[in-house]
């Protein structure tokens, strides 16, 4: 297991659709992220996991999108009635958790190559 | 949004050392500085972290003031293959990335 993977690289989809993407985090890292980025912007923050619980959801996930992570292992996002708007990178970044005695427990976070999503 | 302020873009000589600075005012005790870069059509690249002393390592090094309101970081030899947007990140679990400095190191 050399790092994040990512699955599919590219998806091409018709507005409408249901897509599901796939994130396979390093082995050993308890926590997973969700990231969005559009051309020219830095990564938005969507969502994180620690372990199977999902601890934290940005304002930016709407109710057709959904994030799981059912054994603590990879984990699949899914955006239901897909619109144009959705055309993005989607990122995945998996990290350990950090010692609470170092302040905010966060710890450093590995990305995958991502999935870019052309909604057409 | 996001808490840092950093200059949209950079240029530097292959060879010498990148200095890049990033503006974070607001960051509270026990938030750290993250830098990571973002070489095109790749996923971001985890460089370096700090909470209040310099830290170094392979890649770079990190200057954070004593009033922890800024920091710089440094590639001390600057190749071509370090062409990319680097971000500088305050906080935890939900890091806010902002635009970042495009930084073009030129032969």
């Known amino acids: 297991d050399t790092g994040v993977s990512q699955d599919p690289r590219h998806k091409i989809t018709k507005r409408g659709q249901n897509v599901t993407f796939r994130c396979d985090p390093i082995?050993?890292?308890?926590?997973l992220y969700w990231y969005r980025q559009t051309l020219g912007q830095g990564p938005e923050f969507l969502t994180y996991?620690?372990?199977?619980?999902?601890?934290?959801k940005s304002r930016l996930l709407s109710d057709r999108f959904s994030a799981e992570r059912p054994k603590g292992s990879f984990s699949t996002l899914e955006i239901q009635r897909t619109e144009q708007g959705d055309s993005a990178m989607y990122l995945c970044?998996?990290?350990?958790?950090?010692?609470?005695?170092?302040?905010?427990?966060?710890?450093?976070?590995?990305f995958g190559p991502g999935t870019r999503l052309t909604v057409t | 949004d996001a808490k840092t302020t950093q200059p949209p873009s950079m240029d530097c000589a292959e060879g010498r050392a990148a200095n890049l600075p990033c503006n974070h005012s607001?960051?509270?005790?026990?938030?750290?500085v993250y830098w990571y870069r973002q070489i095109h059509s790749q996923g971001p690249q985890y460089i370096i972290h700090?909470?209040?002393n310099n830290e170094t390592n392979e890649m770079a090094s990190l200057i954070i003031t004593e009033d922890r309101k800024s920091s710089t970081l440094i590639l001390p030899h600057a190749t071509l293959r370090d062409t990319a947007v680097y971000y500088c990140?305050?906080?935890?679990?939900?890091?806010?990335f902002g635009a970042g400095t495009r930084l073009t190191v030129k032969p």
């Open positions: 700090g909470l209040k």
């Open positions: 082995s050993e890292h308890n926590r």
């Open positions: 970044a998996s990290s350990v958790s950090g010692s609470l005695i170092q302040g905010t427990g966060a710890r450093e976070q590995y």
């Open positions: 990140i305050t906080g935890g679990n939900d890091m806010r």
């Open positions: 996991f620690q372990n199977e619980a999902q601890l934290e």
């Open positions: 607001t960051i509270s005790g026990n938030e750290y």
